[in-house]
């Protein structure tokens, strides 16, 4: 049968109870022993059967403690087994009252006692049965010897009136019943009193304790401050964002912690007596680990439990990813406008450049005096080279600003690289560049092999172009491999390819069914690498760090990559060459 973990933890309280009542016991044996020495001093320590039998008595009170105290810890009814300690004890006391006297012993008083710690333990009935019992005893001792029924102790004083005896009784027995009753009244006020304590011990308990895991677990960084501005509390988070330890931050300033955060907190006390709810800001932040960050910082009061406000509460978090995709969306928004007007205007620009081209080329050829000068011969092939670069300007943008509809298919990319560096190694350009290829074999990629070979074409010919002024080693590195880590959002899922020619009530497309597969495709080079302020810029379009560069290829490169449903990085440090990454969703590896 099972036992409910309530139940078993008041059986161990019980059984600790009992413990208690034993030694309880043990202290009423070694007082009885106490008195009977005191007074067998008294008594000149003249030696009688009366006080061998209260030595006696004692003996066997230590034993019968011995004996409770090894059973205590195995008895299955810790209330049966409390009542028979309690028989045990009257017997003990009847004892001793017999031998050191009767009705006129000194021990009579542990009556009272034994009756008194038993109504700890008993309830209303077992109280009454112990009270029974100590006046049942204490009558034997008084009416047996005076009837005969036991033997006179040599100490005893008999000769009272029967009547007079049962009155002394009577009292006597009354009130054992009546201090036994108030005692267990007590005792069960006492303990109902400490259930309440320990269940709202316990609640608060769990209250702090759940408190103490929400601030431990909540993903925001949260401070508290006291009315200087104090930091008196740090969460776990908060450490982690600021890279400082809790025990350092309590008890520093919190605009030394976080600069500008003060302001937030002057705003949130002014937002408060405007009923405006809580201050909120956003506010650059580097670390103690020197990352640079966005912080979103939101402030509140703090109250005391008389409702005034002793300090605020400041929860932020890192925000820098948000920045970044507010100003990458601005940045989409603001070039979405321009490229649509540029695309309008570069159609326009066509037409007058093909005419002015056509016209240039009809003197060149004709048979008068412009075309026999060789100054204006010269100053004509300027226009005519300066038109035809205008035109290839105007067609790459033309591509990036209105890029062809995807048609997809199987690539193989490990394939697809190895012939495009067999053909770039052909090339009169390609200047001999130490080539490294670690490409995962039957990699594949639903995606426009044409478009696709434009990304990586492009990516290697700058890595090329990048080398071409390097004086020591050039080498080239391109890496391909599957990933189920690489965990990537698809930037344009509504330009997915779906290979089967099916909707996606159909079944959806390939590259949905592909699962969490990734590839990862790198390009590294050992040229001299790209600052910092390059680097966040090398992706816009018309920006370039080529003297005759259009700026439109890296941005093509990307515009296709998203439109693939991918995304491409960049990695550089000056002196260390540049490494472009490009993560492709929905790969199958062979």
């Given at each position: 049968m099972r036992v409910s973990l309530a139940a078993a933890t008041s059986i161990d309280r019980d059984r600790t109870g009992l413990g208690y009542l034993i030694g309880g016991r043990l202290l009423l044996a070694g007082l009885s022993l106490g008195l009977a020495v005191a007074i067998d001093r008294m008594e000149g320590g003249s030696s009688h059967a009366g006080i061998w039998g209260v030595y006696w008595t004692v003996i066997a009170a230590f034993v019968a403690t011995i004996v409770s105290a090894s059973m205590v810890h195995r008895t299955a009814d810790p209330?049966?087994?409390?009542?028979?300690?309690?028989?045990?004890?009257?017997?003990?006391?009847?004892?001793?009252?017999?031998?050191?006297?009767?009705?006129?012993?000194?021990?009579?008083?542990?009556?009272?006692?034994?009756?008194l710690y038993g109504a700890l333990f008993l309830d209303r009935g077992g109280v009454a049965l112990s009270c029974a019992l100590a006046g049942g005893g204490y009558g034997m001792v008084l009416f047996g010897v005076e009837l005969g029924w036991l033997p006179s102790a040599p100490s005893d004083d008999s000769g009272r009136?029967?009547?007079?005896?049962?009155?002394?009784?009577?009292?006597?027995?009354?009130?054992?019943?009546?201090?036994?009753?108030?005692?267990?009244?007590?005792s069960a006020e006492l303990r109902a009193t400490g259930a309440a304590l320990d269940r709202q011990t316990h609640d608060l308990r769990r209250l702090r304790d759940l408190h103490l895991l929400t601030v431990e677990s909540i993903g925001s960084g949260l401070l508290?401050?006291?009315?200087?501005?104090v930091v008196t509390s740090f969460n776990p988070e908060a450490e982690r964002i600021t890279g400082m330890a809790g025990e350092e931050a309590v008890g520093r300033a919190l605009e030394d912690l976080i600069p500008g955060a003060s302001e937030v907190v002057t705003?949130?006390?002014?937002?408060?007596?405007?009923?405006?709810?809580?201050?909120?800001?956003?506010?650059?932040?580097?670390?103690?680990?020197?990352?640079g960050l966005f912080l979103g910082l939101a402030a509140s009061g703090l109250n005391d439990e008389d409702g005034q406000q002793v300090g605020h509460v400041v929860i932020f978090q890192d925000v820098t990813g948000v920045v970044g995709m507010e100003q990458e969306l601005r940045r989409s928004e603001r070039l979405a406008a321009v490229g649509e007007m540029a695309a309008r205007m570069a159609h326009e620009i066509r037409n007058p450049l093909a005419s002015i081209s056509g016209s240039v080329q009809v003197l060149q050829s004709g048979p008068g005096e412009v075309a026999r000068d060789p100054e204006h011969a010269r100053l004509m092939d300027i226009v005519v080279r300066e038109v035809d670069r205008l035109n290839v300007l105007i067609s790459d943008f033309l591509r990036y600003s209105r890029p062809a509809p995807i048609k997809p298919e199987r690539v193989d990319l490990s394939a697809m690289i190895t012939d495009l560096a067999e053909m770039a190694r052909s090339q009169a350009g390609f200047g001999g560049a130490e080539v490294s290829l670690d490409l995962e074999k039957g990699l594949c990629v639903i995606a426009d092999p044409s478009q696709l070979e434009a990304v990586v074409w492009n990516l290697w010919n700058n890595a090329i172009e990048a080398m071409a002024d390097t004086t020591g080693p050039r080498r080239l590195a391109v890496r391909l491999a599957g990933s189920r880590d690489e965990a990537f959002p698809m930037q344009n899922p509504a330009q997915v390819p779906d290979p089967t020619g099916r909707?996606?009530?159909?079944?959806?497309?390939?590259?949905?069914?592909?699962?969490?597969?990734?590839?990862?495709?790198?390009?590294?080079?050992?040229?001299?690498?790209?600052?910092?302020?390059?680097?966040?810029?090398i992706f816009e379009p018309f920006f370039t760090t080529k003297e005759d560069g259009t700026g439109l290829g890296l941005s093509t490169v990307q515009r296709l990559v998203e439109q693939h449903g991918g995304a491409i990085s960049v990695r550089s440090r000056p002196g260390e060459g540049t490494c472009f990454r490009v993560v492709l969703a929905g790969a199958e590896a062979a």
């Open positions: 209330a049966r087994f409390a009542t028979s300690q309690v028989g045990i004890d009257v017997t003990i006391v009847t004892a001793l009252v017999y031998f050191s006297g009767g009705g006129e012993s000194f021990f009579t008083f542990l009556y009272a006692l034994v009756v009136p029967l009547v007079v005896l049962f009155a002394y009784w009577g009292f006597y027995a009354g009130a054992l019943l009546v201090l036994g009753m108030l005692a267990n009244t007590l508290t401050i006291d009315a200087d501005g705003a949130s006390a002014a937002a408060r007596v405007e009923e405006r709810g809580a201050g909120r800001g956003r506010l650059p932040y580097q670390n103690v680990r020197g990352e909707n996606k009530d159909d079944g959806g497309s390939d590259l949905a069914r592909c699962g969490g597969w990734s590839a990862v495709l790198e390009v590294e080079d050992s040229g001299p690498g790209l600052p910092p302020e390059a680097q966040e810029q």
